[in-house]
């Protein structure tokens, strides 16, 4: 390769930075107008017009990469975090930035890179010890109490997590363990927080993770010791690191994996969130379930009581028949006259008897259908009382995770000017909203 010649036609000229990024592009596209360079890629990322953006590096430096769309669909492997590559393009400068980049037009696979490799050793070596097996993974408590957090107190995802859980289940208490998520003594951190709530008790389920980022800021859990913290934790562990694409050794070992932090917060919280919905889906299911009872009940008591008067009044009737009968046989072999008109007396007779009798006993059966409707209504009022335990238990559980009962007990909720609740000292001269049990009223802090 021969010497890039940066001399000047005349030394004394000034330039603009526009026309000094444009000589110095002349000069690159000269210099390097196709050229392999060789290294490992790192920070993909495929915008959304389909160009690609990438960095290859080398223990000593790196390079900025682009590929756009048109070359990006030639290639013969996608860019993919930690693959050691042979990048073929020209060298330009970016002139918005004042970056010199590859525009890369292929790309060849060498093998995989460093960390992808150290991956993929420890992936294997920790599943053939069964750390990976779902028979050891643990379901997830349906209604956790307290969730423990073990990441930044800095980043995006502990915003994430505090505000998806706070408005889910607004009654479980959050406890965050502040560890750095990559860098020196990262790794060292994030077992200390696992430690912490596994052995401290505290925790219902920890939830572990981090934002998005590249396969090197994402390497704190992929250490061994990571893993095995969470494979040792007696809590249940939720592994929340990076983007769904994103894939670590602690999604493999955790007893849940989720795509993202804020993902993680709704899973753990899915049966608190549906709480709600399921009690007034119980209550009308019980509702309608008693209503049904009671009008099967009432359907069943009627049909027995009127039967009965029906039958009696009919045995009634077939008697008198049958002793009218008796009586027409006999009027007809004695004195007719004298015979009938005793016949008539005696069926008035019958029939006054027969208007007592027939009244009495829908008197006695209307009694009797009115004590069963009672000893029904009582029934359904014992079942209806039996399951009001339960109605109270589930009514008390939602009043109890009802934030501003703390109020009561003398604490306040202050707010910043954003309307978020404050957890640390505002700087001075800071307009806040303070709410008590009995309204709101507004401050300076000093």
């Known amino acids: 390769m021969g010497q890039l010649n940066l001399s000047w036609d005349n030394p004394q000229r000034t330039y603009s930075v526009s026309d000094f990024t444009d000589r110095v592009t002349q000069l690159l596209l000269n210099e390097f107008p196709d050229v392999w360079i060789s290294g490992e890629i790192s920070g ?72 992808q490799a150290a991956f993929e050793a420890l992936k294997k070596k920790l599943a053939r010890e069964g750390l990976f097996d779902p028979a ?45 998520v990559q860098g ?28 998005g980022g590249s396969l090197e800021d994402l390497w704190t859990f992929n250490e061994e010791a990571v893993a095995r913290a969470i494979a040792a934790s007696a809590v249940p562990v939720v592994s929340a690191v990076g983007h769904e694409t994103d894939f670590t050794i602690a999604d493999f070992v955790a007893d849940l994996r989720a795509p993202t932090p804020s993902a993680a917060a709704e899973i753990v919280t899915q049966q608190w969130a549906a709480l709600p919905e399921r009690l007034r889906r119980d209550t009308i299911r019980l509702e309608r379930g008693m209503g049904q ?63 007592v009798v027939i009244k009495m006993e829908l008197t006695d059966a209307s009694s009797r259908l009115e004590a069963v409707r009672t000893q029904s209504v009582m029934a359904m009022r014992e079942l209806m009382a039996g399951q009001r335990p339960r109605l109270d238990r589930l009514s008390a559980g939602l ?41 709101e009223f507004t401050a300076n802090s000093d």
Not at 322 to 329: G, K, N, V
Not at 426 to 433: D, I, N, S
Request: charged letters at 25%.
């Open 293 to 355: 009872v009671l009008t099967r009940a009432g359907e069943r008591l009627n049909r027995q009581a009127v039967g009965r008067a029906r039958l009696m009044i009919q045995l009634r009737l077939n008697r008198l028949e049958q002793r009218m009968d008796d009586l027409d046989s006999r009027l007809r072999r004695g004195d007719l006259r004298l015979r009938l008109q005793n016949a008539r007396a005696r069926l008035e007779q019958f029939e006054n008897r027969a208007a």
């Open 399 to 439: 009043t109890q995770m009802n934030p501003l009962r703390v109020l009561d007990r003398g604490y306040a909720i202050v707010q910043g000017p954003a309307g978020v609740a404050l957890k640390t000292v505002p700087p001075a001269g800071t307009a806040l909203k303070v709410r008590v049990a009995g309204g």
């Open 184 to 211: 020196e003594g990262s790794t060292e951190q994030v077992c200390r927080g696992i430690d912490y709530f596994a052995d401290s008790g505290w925790a219902d389920v920890i939830i572990v993770g981090r934002g």
């Open 44 to 115: 993909v990322r495929q915008a959304a017009s389909g160009h690609w953006y990438f960095t290859l590096k080398d223990e000593n430096a790196q390079l900025k990469c682009a590929c756009f769309k048109m070359s990006a669909l030639r290639l013969r492997v996608k860019p993919t975090e930690g693959m050691a590559v042979l990048a073929r393009g020209r060298v330009e400068v970016y002139a918005a930035r004042g970056e010199y980049q590859l525009i890369v037009d292929a790309l060849e696979p060498r093998g995989l890179g460093a960390l």
């Open 136 to 180: 050891r993974r643990r379901p997830l408590p349906d209604y956790p109490q307290r969730i423990g957090i073990v990441t930044s107190p800095t980043g995006a995802a502990i915003q994430d997590l505090i505000n998806i859980l706070s408005r889910r289940a607004p009654g479980v208490a959050i406890r965050l363990y502040p560890a750095l």
